[in-house]
Nanobody, 119 residues
Framework: QVQLVESGGGLVQAGGSLRLSCAAS??????????LGWSRQAPGKQREFVAT???????NYADSVKDRFTISGDNVKNAVYLQMNSLKPEDTAVYYC???????????WGQGTQVTVSS
């Protein structure tokens, strides 16, 4: 069974940067039916969309992170990344990697990685 494993979270001061990584145990990133993405969930809030990337490299971002975050993928390493710059305290959340199969609607989630931004 394919699994997604995130890494790279941590504590950073406001204005700083972090790079999150998500590695898949199987070769799913070359599948044209798979869209990869990141979501986040802050304490007491619902999980929200952050960014997504298609197998063709098209990207989409939430307005709250546009121009600060960059999503990218590496089909050779079976990895997807989230570069986060100019971090704000409101970016504090558990960040989840996910893979959506657009043919059947199934979504696979990673276990999450904590990002904490101090003011």
């Amino acid at each position: 069974q394919v699994q997604l494993v995130e890494s790279g979270g941590g504590l950073v001061q406001a204005g700083g940067s972090l790079r999150l990584s998500c590695a898949a145990s199987g070769a799913i990133f070359s599948n044209n039916a798979i869209h990869l993405g990141w979501s986040r969930q802050a304490p007491g809030k619902q999980r929200e969309f952050v960014a997504t990337i298609t197998s063709g490299g098209s990207t989409n971002y939430a307005d709250s992170v546009k121009d600060r975050f960059t999503i990218s993928g590496d089909n050779v390493k079976n990895a997807v990344y989230l570069q986060m710059n100019s971090l704000k305290p409101e970016d504090t959340a558990v960040y989840y990697c996910n893979a959506l199969n657009i043919q059947n609607g199934q979504r696979l989630w990673g276990q999450g990685t904590q990002v904490t931004v101090s003011s």
